[in-house]
């Protein structure tokens, strides 16, 4: 009986065991399915939030010469572009129509000279408030422009919009009319266009 009761005992054992081993790997089997699941639950999310464009080199990449001529309806005139990096990262577009003039007295009649109409961008990365307050300190006419970016003022006197979003800064000069309101406008135009890709 005794041998009965050790054979018995011994089996129960083995049984216990042989389930546990078994009920281990079960659990490490779905655990690891976990680990898969969760690490294409975080691809698949990374997929349907993408993000913009992480690099932008040159402001030309946001603002095509086809929305230049479609913003500023210019589709009868040439227009020079020039994608240079001065101090930083500009994008020029110029384009003779005409609707830029100065004046000038000589000799007691007056002269109206055209100028090309022009629409300049240029980029700074890696900008913060202090670089935009330090930049903008200049303006000698500055407008705030509210819900434009993280921040953005405009000048009258150098035509110029300068905007802080998402860690851009960038100089929009639009000298498209003799008009102020005008240049504004277009300016603004420009850089909600930017703000929209960055």
Same mark, same amino acid.
């Given at each position: 009986?005794?041998?009965?009761? *050790?054979?018995? *005992?011994?089996?129960? +054992?083995?049984?216990?065991?042989?389930?546990?081993?078994? %009920?281990?790997?079960?659990?490490?089997?779905?655990?690891?399915?976990?680990?898969?699941?969760?690490?294409? =639950?975080?691809?698949?999310?990374?997929?349907?939030?993408?993000?913009?464009?992480?690099?932008?080199?040159?402001?030309?990449?946001?603002?095509?010469?086809?929305?230049?001529?479609?913003?500023? &309806?210019?589709?009868?005139?040439?227009?020079?572009?020039?994608?240079?990096?001065?101090?930083?990262?500009?994008?020029?577009?110029?384009?003779?129509?005409?609707?830029?003039?100065?004046?000038? %007295?000589?000799?007691?009649?007056?002269?109206?000279?055209?100028?090309? %109409?022009? /629409?300049?961008?240029?980029?700074?990365?890696?900008? =913060?408030?202090?670089?935009?307050?330090?930049?903008?300190? +200049?303006?000698?006419?500055?407008?705030?422009?509210? =819900?434009?970016?993280?921040?953005?003022?405009?000048?009258?006197?150098?035509?110029?919009?300068?905007?802080?979003?998402?860690?851009?800064?960038?100089? /929009?000069? /639009?000298?498209?009319?003799?008009?102020?309101?005008? =240049?504004?406008?277009? &300016?603004?135009?420009?850089?909600?266009?930017?703000?929209?890709?960055?």
């Amino acid at each position: 009986m005794v041998k009965f009761l *050790k054979k018995h *005992k011994t089996k129960i +054992v083995k049984t216990n065991l042989l389930i546990l081993l078994i %009920s281990m790997m079960a659990f490490a089997c779905n655990s690891k399915d976990n680990k898969v699941d969760s690490a294409q =639950n975080k691809i698949v999310a990374k997929n349907e939030n993408p993000i913009k464009k992480a690099v932008v080199d040159s402001p030309c990449e946001l603002v095509s010469l086809h929305e230049i001529k479609s913003m500023f &309806a210019i589709e009868e005139y040439p227009i020079e572009l020039k994608d240079v990096v001065y101090t930083y990262p500009t994008c020029i577009y110029k384009w003779e129509d005409e609707k830029v003039t100065t004046s000038r %007295s000589f000799g007691g009649q007056e002269f109206k000279t055209a100028k090309p %109409s022009e /629409v300049l961008v240029v980029m700074v990365k890696k900008a =913060n408030e202090t670089m935009f307050k330090q930049s903008t300190s +200049v303006y000698k006419q500055p407008q705030e422009i509210p =819900n434009l970016g993280a921040l953005a003022v405009w000048d009258s006197r150098m035509s110029q919009l300068t905007f802080l979003s998402n860690h851009y800064m960038f100089h /929009v000069h /639009v000298k498209v009319s003799n008009d102020d309101h005008d =240049n504004k406008q277009k &300016a603004i135009a420009v850089a909600q266009l930017i703000i929209g890709k960055i």
